[in-house]
């Protein structure tokens, strides 16, 4: 198994917040209180999402809840735009499909 | 007299000073805003539980970032405030918020837009690659997350953001590999007259770069960027490369890169609601047309900020300000003691003069744009190339953007041509062989931004 | 003699117009056409992008069979893609009353060759797992799809001008006149043309040009309300409409093969003529969600990304109006397809030429003539 690649964002402090537990691609992931929920997957992986056209990996951009580049999809076939999600314990989030139409 | 219903979308400088004002009015209006809190995105607070000093968090800025936090907090109470709350729609006098799962479809008598700006962006080949963030969304990772963007960041674009970004990571421990300013070097000397209406911003400007230089980080001035490469994985970024000053091509080494050039003002609901829009010359964009105070065309609707007029925190307290005591006197209320928009109007004039002393420090390449290849992605959401751009301006014929729109589907996606638009109308103006004001501007369409299918309905009243 | 003379004169660069130029210089007729603005900007490039047969009147079903085999020739036609995909299309009932008018309307179609398939809510959720649990019955029509209205009229007049025709865009016509050998155009912009045969095919404008001929005919105005979700998998293959008796229950959908949902119905909004603009109702938007939500629960996940919405002409009897004039051995119209045009386009240009050129057409028309009118107001 290749070893996964590192993860794009690095925390530079505030590391004394208490850990919260979510899931990523059916892995358990952790993350701190007061992460956006791109934080939490960005500390954890190098992207969020791929490009509905092929074109490769995205893992948002402006931060700002402008380009929309970050919505990510929930197991359940929620929507969540990273950026401007708080994470909470128990998300389970896939990068790597999107579970659309949920027929449940 | 009854209540009037004034509202504010943006609870950043612009919208906290008009809503300040308008309280110490005797008036109780609505402000409306995407964010969890107030601040906008200059200002903006870090969540509850992080433990850094505003020094920390916004440097020589600090005291003006602390003093309009605790304008915002004495506020509380006095006015509305609806965060987390989208206003998607502007029209006939109707602003239509999304709060929560619901829809509200809420009447004004006078509605201040002070909606601020996001970065402009060159769509650069390779820029859609994981680790390539705006210089704002840097920022934000920083002050908001205390997160570095990457391991080794890169600061592309022009200016003053660009520096600004990197003295903040450089000072917050981070790894800067360097700056590529676009801007030619000689272009500061050129804009020191207009820029000497601020010399105190001139100043700060000059401490910025001192400290890049005692931290070690290269300049790079006058470059073009060529591309954003992929490392050896091909699924982030490995490095930038450039062309230098002096015509030599460089690969600089980095896993993360800020890019930006300077601001775009947020106009879409302002185009919405049918304001009339100028192409200004400065800043190579079109802007809302206002009067001095910020009122626009549209009966009982006002701009703030820079949404409106690109002059920074400072500058969009001042027309906050501004745009309050228009709608006071419009409304047929008396201004609080102390007001004095004629005051006001002088300072925000001398911004004026160092805005534009700006945009000539730090042009807007618009040539680069031009000129990007034909494979390189245009549109991020919709994944569509300059090149298909460049067909819809020629074998198709699109004379101006929002043809040219309709065709290649550039400006089409999620983001409404916000991080596209500007650089799609150099591309298809230079296709076209005509200035980029002929091109028009691109229109913008309700939602202003996505909207839940699972959207609500207000209650019909 | 003058530049500006051709065989015949279009008024309107509408898909109509469009292809009717298309099709008159296949059979050598010269050609110009004026449109105000740009080709295919009003209804012709905002529609929904149905290239349905199911559910129109049955009379005009052989004039869109007709366009139906027009649509699979269009790639080679015209040498672009329009995005046409004969995906099928799906009606689905609520009611026992809607799926027993499905049944109706089954037989209805029968004699005009448009096979349909009528399926129990089960049998219907059995192809298409998506659909709601409130699906009573579907209406099944195989060959009909969908197709990009905003490349479609382009598409014909580049077409055209391939061919030889003349396209005049941003030519605003102010004056239409009687002149011994035929009909003068005059410009805004001072050039006259002239032509012994006119077709005006101006869409939501066509009536005002009627009125101005002598031949005025009840058309309202009005914008249909469009909306795109995000892109999302492909997986609603069929378009997707409804059968109910109350238009606010009338939602219709398509799923691009790139991912976003198209949707539009429930209402209709303003539309004015003179400033050419046309609004989305932000009400009828959330109204269009809940229809959206109840024929297929998984849209409730996705965002809309945009609304838009154009000028459409709607006669009162809903049924075009197309043919000859009623006063002029040589004026034609092609107008008032109350937004259900998109599907007839290439067939009605086809006919148009072929009665221009030869005198009459070979697939009945005469329901659309516009001496109806006349009739009903002697």
């Known amino acids: 198994m290749n070893p996964a690649p590192p993860p794009l964002l690095r925390r530079l402090g505030e590391a004394h917040r208490r850990p919260v537990a979510f899931t990523l691609d059916g892995q358990p992931a952790t993350a701190l209180e007061g992460d956006t929920l791109l934080t939490a997957i960005l500390t954890n992986a190098s992207a969020l999402r791929l490009s509905e056209f092929g074109d490769g990996p995205r893992a948002g951009f402006c931060l700002m809840g402008a380009c929309q580049d970050c919505w990510v999809w929930t197991e359940a076939g929620t929507r969540l735009r990273a950026c401007g999600t708080p994470v909470t314990a128990g998300l389970r989030i896939m990068t790597k499909e999107a579970p659309w139409p949920s027929l449940g | 007299m009854a209540q009037p219903r004034v509202t504010i979308v943006g609870a950043g400088p612009a919208g906290t000073r008009a809503a300040e004002l308008l309280v110490a009015a005797g008036l109780h209006p609505l402000l409306v805003d995407e964010a969890a809190d107030n601040g906008g995105q200059i200002y903006r607070r870090q969540p509850a539980g992080f433990r850094r000093p505003p020094a920390a968090l916004y440097g020589t800025e600090a005291g003006r970032a ?365 296709a076209r062989g005509v200035p980029v004001e002929e091109v028009g501007r691109l229109r913008g369409q309700a939602p202003v931004k996505p909207l839940p299918v699972a959207a609500l309905r207000e209650e019909e009243a | 003699m003058s530049d500006n003379r051709a065989d015949v004169l279009v008024l309107g660069g509408g898909l109509m117009g469009a292809a009717t130029a298309f099709f008159l210089r296949r059979r050598g007729l010269s050609v110009i056409l004026l449109e105000r603005g740009l080709v295919g900007q009003q209804a012709s490039g905002v529609n929904f992008g149905n290239v349905r047969r199911q559910g129109r009147f049955p009379p005009q079903l052989p004039l869109a069979n007709r366009s139906r085999a027009l649509w699979g020739q269009l790639p080679e036609l015209l040498g672009e893609d329009i995005e046409f995909l004969p995906s099928g299309h799906l009606r689905v009932a609520y009611t026992d009353e809607a799926a027993g008018m499905m049944e109706a309307y089954r037989e209805a179609a029968r004699p005009y060759g448009l096979k349909l398939e009528v399926l129990s809510g089960n049998a219907v959720r059995a192809r298409f797992p998506w659909l709601s649990a409130e699906v009573r019955a579907g209406s099944w029509s195989a060959e009909d799809g969908h197709a990009n209205p905003r490349l479609a009229a382009p598409a014909f007049a580049r077409a055209a001008r391939r061919a030889g025709a003349r396209i005049e865009e941003n030519t605003e016509v102010l004056a239409i006149e009687r002149e011994a050998a035929g009909w003068r155009l005059d410009a805004a912009d001072g050039r006259a043309f002239r032509a012994p045969v006119l077709q005006v095919s101006a869409g939501a ?116 109006v197309m043919g000859p004039s009623a006063r002029w051995p040589d004026l034609f119209y092609a107008f008032g397809f109350c937004g259900a045009g998109f599907q007839l386009g290439p067939g009605v240009g086809d006919v148009m030429a072929e009665l221009i050129a030869a005198g009459r057409s070979t697939t009945p028309i005469e329901p659309f003539h516009i001496a109806r009118f006349a009739a009903k107001a002697a």
């Open chain 2, 66 to 430: 602390t003093a309009l936090h605790a304008s915002f907090d004495a506020l509380r109470g006095r006015i509305e405030h609806w965060p987390e709350s989208l206003a998607w729609n502007l029209r006939d006098g109707v602003l239509h918020v999304l709060r929560g799962e619901r829809s509200h479809a809420l009447p004004f008598d006078a509605l201040i837009l002070a909606t601020g700006a996001t970065d402009r962006l060159i769509p650069l080949p390779g820029w859609t690659l994981p680790g390539v963030f705006t210089l704002g969304g840097a920022q934000i990772a920083l002050k908001a997350q205390a997160c570095a963007i990457g391991r080794r960041v890169a600061f592309l674009g022009s200016g003053p953001l660009l520096y600004l970004v990197a003295a903040q990571y450089a000072k917050a421990g981070a790894e800067v590999a360097a700056v590529l300013d676009t801007a030619p070097a000689g272009a500061r000397w050129r804009a020191l007259p207009l820029m000497a209406a601020r010399p105190a911003l001139l100043a700060k400007g000059a401490a910025l770069l001192a400290r890049l230089r005692r931290a070690g980080v290269p300049v790079h001035r006058g470059v073009t960027p060529l591309r954003l490469c992929p490392d050896a994985s091909g699924a982030r970024l490995g490095g930038i490369a450039f062309r230098q000053a002096d015509g030599r091509e460089a690969v600089l080494d980095c896993d993360a890169s800020g890019l930006g050039w300077h601001l775009r003002a947020e106009t879409q609901l302002a185009g919405l609601a049918g304001c009339g829009f100028d192409f200004d010359r400065a800043s190579r964009q079109w802007l809302p047309r206002i009067d001095a105070d910020g009122r626009s065309e549209v009966p009982g609707l006002y701009m703030a900020g820079d949404g409106v007029r690109l002059l920074g925190a400072d500058g969009a307290e001042i027309a906050g300000r501004l745009a309050a005591l228009a709608v006071l006197r419009d409304l047929g209320f008396a201004p609080p003691a102390g007001a004095d928009p004629a005051a006001l109007r002088r300072r925000r004039q001398a911004m004026d003069r160092f805005r534009r002393g700006l945009a000539i420090a730090f042009p807007w390449p618009a040539q680069l744009v031009a000129g990007l290849p034909d494979e390189t992605l245009v549109c991020r959401c919709e994944a569509i190339t300059a090149g298909e751009l460049r067909r819809s301006a020629g074998a198709l014929d699109a004379p101006e953007v929002n043809r040219a729109k309709a065709f290649s589907r550039v400006g089409m996606g999620r983001c409404q041509g916000r991080m596209c638009g500007l650089a799609g109308a150099e591309i298809l103006a230079a």
């Open chain 3, 205 to 320: 404008w066509g009536g005002r040009l009627a009125a101005q001929l002598g031949e005025p005919v009840p058309i309202v105005v009005r914008g249909p309300q469009m909306g795109v979700t995000e892109p999302v998998p492909y997986a609603l293959t069929p378009v997707l409409g409804v059968t109910a008796t109350v238009v606010g229950e009338v939602i219709y959908l398509r799923q691009v093969t790139r991912g976003n949902i198209v949707f539009g119905g429930v209402g209709h909004g303003p539309a004015d003529l003179d400033t050419c603009r046309a609004r989305v109702e932000p009400a009828i938007t959330l109204r269009q969600f809940i229809q959206l939500r109840r024929m297929v629960p998984a849209l409730g996940a996705l965002r809309i990304i945009r609304t838009w919405s154009g000028i459409e002409g709607y006669m009162h009897d809903e049924i075009p």
